[in-house]
């Protein structure tokens, strides 16, 4: 079935240092693709998405591109700060029918002033 | 237009009572997803409704677990005789369409934690 693998946490950064996020998924056909945030006792804000391959999602200075050769959705920020501080999930929209999210495990970062 | 709301916040229940989790979609919304998420792991599916429609319960465990969405009115989670294990955040996300294809937004999740 539908996978979401990215890597594991914690993640500590100084500030404006660049931020690269893995995430590799298994999936038949072409999935959506998303990076959600959660903050400490918050719910998931959409970060970014991409529908298709090739397609590059961007938001607060964040990247991640559709990679269907490597499927993968790796996220990027050039120069974090300490408010970036959150947990990240990758997630795929599942191509099973039901549209049901699959979620990667999450990846805490912390960034230090 | 308000986003997924989700009630309550928190709630505390000792083992062997009845947790009863709300979930009111965004406006024209009538896709209703519930995820769980364990202490320090992601989400995990649970089950995908639609009014009135149960359309995936994959996810949901097999007893004690039952979800709803009526026609009028939050969907709603309920969980008979928790137990400890029980313990974890639940999120509600709903989207828009008329295939259930479009993008989820998310509740900010109920904190249930079982004594």
């Known amino acids: 079935g539908d996978s979401v693998t990215q890597m594991e946490g914690p993640v500590t950064l100084s500030e404006e240092a660049f931020l690269t996020i893995n995430c590799t998924y298994t999936a038949t056909g072409y999935p959506s693709l998303f990076w959600y945030v959660q903050y400490p006792g918050e719910g998931l804000q959409l970060l970014l998405k991409?529908?298709?391959?090739?397609d590059k999602g961007s938001n607060k200075g964040f990247e991640a591109t559709y990679r269907k050769e490597t499927t993968s959705f790796h996220l990027e920020k050039g120069s974090v700060q300490v408010s970036d501080s959150a947990v990240y999930f990758c997630a795929l929209m599942s191509t099973s029918g039901t549209y049901k999210y699959i979620f990667g495990t999450g990846t805490r970062l912390k960034v230090l002033a | 237009n308000a986003g997924v709301m989700q009630n309550p916040r928190h709630l505390v229940r000792r083992r062997g009572q009845e947790a009863r989790l709300r979930c009111s979609p965004m406006?024209?919304?009538?896709?209703v997803y519930w995820y769980r998420q364990l202490p320090e792991e992601g989400l995990k599916f649970m089950v995908y409704?639609?009014?009135?429609?149960?359309?995936?319960e994959s996810g949901m465990p097999k007893e004690r677990f039952s979800a709803e969405f009526p026609k009028e009115g939050p969907s709603i989670l309920r969980i008979q005789q928790v137990v400890r294990g029980d313990s974890a955040a639940y999120f509600c996300?709903?989207?828009?369409?008329?295939?259930?294809?479009?993008?989820?937004?998310f509740g900010p999740g109920t904190r249930l934690t079982v004594t």
């Open positions: 409704l639609q009014k009135e429609n149960i359309i995936d």
């Open positions: 991409a529908t298709k391959a090739d």
């Open positions: 996300a709903s989207s828009y369409g008329t295939s259930g294809a479009g993008e989820q937004y």
């Open positions: 406006k024209g919304h009538s896709h």
